[in-house]
């Protein structure tokens, strides 16, 4: 199977929408989703954006990878191409790393990250990924 690597525009939001929505639904988190758009024509995606580490400097951070199910992905390299493509991005943009998350029950995505090289940095950190939303967040907020 042939593909192309390119920047979403604007023309993509329903393959997007559609495809993020297959994520949670993957992951167990659909219910919390609020995408309603349909359409069948982009095959993966990956979300990424640039932050800052006190310690390492400017760091690529991935949000999501996702190639859709029923894809033949296995092999043909499309996860590798998605998450290679985001390396180049925050290479050519001076990060020092790429970090992203994984929930611990997805073994085939833990052991294609470990494939691709990376390590899971949660025990030697020894931080939690923390979160503050709905009526805390507006709490938290509040002068």
């Known amino acids: 199977m042939d593909f192309t690597l390119r920047a979403a525009n604007v023309e993509d939001c329903k393959d997007l929408a559609r495809m993020m929505m297959e994520l949670s639904e993957h992951?167990?988190?659909?219910?919390?989703?609020?995408?309603?758009?349909?359409?069948?024509?982009?095959i993966g995606y990956a979300i990424y954006f640039y932050s800052w580490s006190s310690m390492s400097g400017r760091v690529i951070y991935m949000e999501d990878l996702y190639v859709m199910p029923g894809v033949p992905r296995y092999r043909?390299?499309?996860?590798?191409?998605?998450?290679?493509?985001?390396?180049?991005?925050?290479?050519?943009a001076g990060c020092t790393q790429l970090n992203f998350a994984v929930l611990d029950w997805n073994k085939p995505s833990l052991e294609f990250y470990f494939h691709q090289g990376c390590y899971d940095f949660t025990a030697?950190?020894?931080?939690h990924l923390m979160r503050c939303e709905g009526e805390a967040l507006e709490k938290l907020a509040q002068p």
Do not use: R
């Not at 996860?79 to 050519?92: D, E, F, H, T, W």
């Not at 030697?124 to 931080?127: A, C, M, T, W």
């Open 27 to 42: 992951e167990k988190i659909a219910h919390k989703m609020k995408l309603t758009q349909k359409g069948h024509i982009k």
């Open 76 to 92: 043909k390299g499309i996860g590798k191409a998605l998450m290679s493509k985001v390396a180049q991005l925050g290479l050519a």
């Open 124 to 127: 030697e950190s020894g931080y």
